[in-house]
């Protein structure tokens, strides 16, 4: 089972796919609160209108390996991709952060790509001992695991998907549910997270689920460059994602 979590951590197609078979395998494991509760027409109309960029445009923008040493990076196939757009919320309010949580798009995009990050976990010596050994891998399965997504949009449509999200998280901050596939994960909080710098605006939010009785908690990081969306979605199977720093920094870096 352990070995099926740690191939599926590398190919999940999203965060929520992810968090989802954690708690389908049982043991085997923000922004500023003074958000306004619907997005910010004025926020949307000041920003400037941006030509959108076309799929094949955003697939050549993402982190790449190269990138990324310190990661394994795959990216995400087209059936993933669409996939994704098949999550659901109960609360229709909170299905912003849904989707950005699992690579789909918010509202009507130009283009979109995306892609995997694994956080690599330090190897162990090579007169390491059977035990070293063991901790080793046993640190490797709650390595960190980053979904990224692109989209593009025409005119102001990225500074208004931006505003809702930051709209959801105020609205959303006392749990809700997300789906995909016949299966649910119930979220229980949504708080404000490490704050995050770059592009034109940019919120984190650190998201806990409830997993068959246990806590987990995921970091959702949203940064807007122009008329494109860059989202962030990190889990790990121990239970307590950190924020990818070097993934936002890399992919931040490479919208320009």
Do not use: W
């Not at 016949?182 to 770059?198: C, E, M, N, Q, W």
């Amino acid at each position: 089972m352990r070995t099926a979590l740690v191939r599926r951590t590398v190919l999940a197609a999203s965060a929520v796919s992810l968090a989802l078979l954690a708690t389908a395998c049982g043991s085997d494991k923000a922004d500023d609160k003074k958000a306004d509760a619907k997005p910010s027409a004025a926020a949307a109309s000041e920003a400037p209108a941006a030509k959108a960029k076309t799929s094949a445009e955003l697939t050549s923008a993402l982190v790449a390996q190269a990138d990324l040493p310190d990661h394994v990076v795959k990216p995400a196939t087209a059936a993933e991709l669409a996939a994704a757009s098949g999550t659901k919320s109960d609360k229709p309010e909170c299905q912003p952060l849904v989707s950005a949580q699992s690579m789909a798009p918010i509202g009507t995009v130009v283009g979109t790509a995306g892609t995997k990050a694994v956080a690599k976990g330090k190897e162990p010596a090579a007169d390491a001992s059977p035990e070293e050994k063991l901790k080793a891998g046993l640190n490797a399965l709650g390595a960190t695991a980053t979904s990224v997504s692109l989209h593009s949009y025409e005119g102001k449509g990225a500074a208004e998907a931006f505003a809702t999200l930051k709209a959801a998280g105020t609205a959303c901050a006392g749990g809700y549910t997300g789906g995909q596939g016949g299966d649910s994960l119930k979220i229980t909080k949504v708080a404000p997270g490490a704050a995050v710098t770059g592009g034109d605006e940019a919120l984190a939010y650190t998201v806990t689920g409830d997993a068959d009785g246990s806590p987990m908690s995921m970091e959702l990081v949203v940064v807007r460059k122009g008329g494109t969306l860059a989202t962030f979605s990190a889990v790990s199977l121990a239970g307590a994602a950190e924020q990818p720093k070097a993934v936002i920094d890399a992919q931040v870096k490479k919208l320009g």
